[in-house]
């Protein structure tokens, strides 16, 4: 943690790459819950300290331990304190709830409030992703589960694409193609699309069954880096697609829940959530 409080000043673009939380949320944490308070500028633009990101890192800290972020504020002042939080599982209960029982309208309040007042990686790595790798077992043998799955994947389907275009629309820049191999579900896809989007990089995501393609097109995506969503078995022709294109010099990075495995293995660098990381 940086104690060294001088009178710097940071934008709310700058510090949302810094801490990895978006500006959405940092406007909602100060006008909900009262958790920062930033200087503004003669024209009401946000300017946060030093000390406000300290915070910002301590408010993420807590709610990795699962500790709601309404239940946060009295925390910020008794770091030791010893919390017994449940606050991820409650949340995956509660959409698998709505989604059972078909409940539209609760489900997207949910999923809005979930994706507004916590840092998008942590709610899909401890909430979305655990409760879709849940939804199979939970409709296992039921009379209705394809009705189920078909229900919630179109709900799902069409609140992640909103979401994820009027996100996407407004980062600067030229578009970064990430492929998905589809062996990936396609809202695994998707929540990795919004999670790039909401890191400020405009994305063009670009699913494909096979990379035997890809050597065709590189030229007009070029000079611009590719990032790679390879799931968690890649064929080996796909393998050996990727190893050409990485020797002939093109700038491949890897994403996804498997990147760190493969990362080794195709001697490629696996790449965070970070516009930073594509620089």
Known sequence: MNTDYTQARYPIREVSARTGVNSVTLRAWQRRFGLLNPQRTAKGHRL???????????IVGWLERGVAISQVKPLLTTPNADVDADHWQQQID????????LNGESLQQQLDHLTAMYPFPLASNRVLRPWLAQWPKQIQGRPDADALDSWLHTQLSLRLSTRFTLTNQNNPGPAIALIHLETTPAIVSQLLDLEWALAGVRIQPLPLTNLASLPLIMDRLSPRPLLLNLGAKPQTADIKVIRQLSQSGHTLLLTGEFAGIHSQNLALPAAPCHKEALL
């Open 48 to 58: 946060y300290s030093e000390q406000d990101i300290d915070t910002i890192e301590t």
């Open 94 to 101: 509660g959409l698998m709830t709505q989604a059972l029982n």
